[in-house]
Nanobody, 120 residues
Framework: QVQLVESGGGLVQAGVSLRLSCAASGSIFSFNRMSWYRQAPGKQRELVATITSAGNTNYADSVKGRFTISRDNAKNTVYLQMNSLKPEDTAVYYC??????????????WGQGTQVTVSS
């Protein structure tokens, strides 16, 4: 069983920065791909950024150049540094982790979500 604990959301004004954190714990062999998704009211959940165990990253076009995803493998934690926030970044942000068991089986886990609200 894997648990994901997210933190760092809040209410901020446009233009400022926030950093989200997601700490993974549990009886698992390794954590592979770690990602951040977001879901705004009335919209579908969308991928914001992802990082592989090798450190390769990918971003949604809407956040490229403003957001940075990183991970600390020793702490099994993934971060999302969000700079130059815009009102359209307002959403619930979810951490997603693909974990691999000793058997080689892969499992998909989601955090509880953290609210980010950006006022204009």
């Amino acid at each position: 069983q894997v648990q994901l604990v997210e933190s760092g959301g809040g209410l901020v004004q446009a233009g400022v920065s926030l950093r989200l954190s997601c700490a993974a714990s549990g009886s698992i062999f390794s954590f592979n791909r770690m990602s951040w998704y977001r879901q705004a009211p009335g919209k579908q959940r969308e991928l914001v950024a992802t990082i592989t165990s090798a450190g390769n990253t990918n971003y949604a076009d809407s956040v490229k150049g403003r957001f940075t995803i990183s991970r600390d493998n020793a702490k099994n934690t993934v971060y999302l540094q969000m700079n130059s926030l815009k009102p359209e970044d307002t959403a619930v942000y979810y951490c997603n982790v693909v974990a691999m068991a000793v058997s080689g089986a892969k499992y998909d886990y989601w955090g509880q979500g953290t609210q980010v609200t950006v006022s204009s």
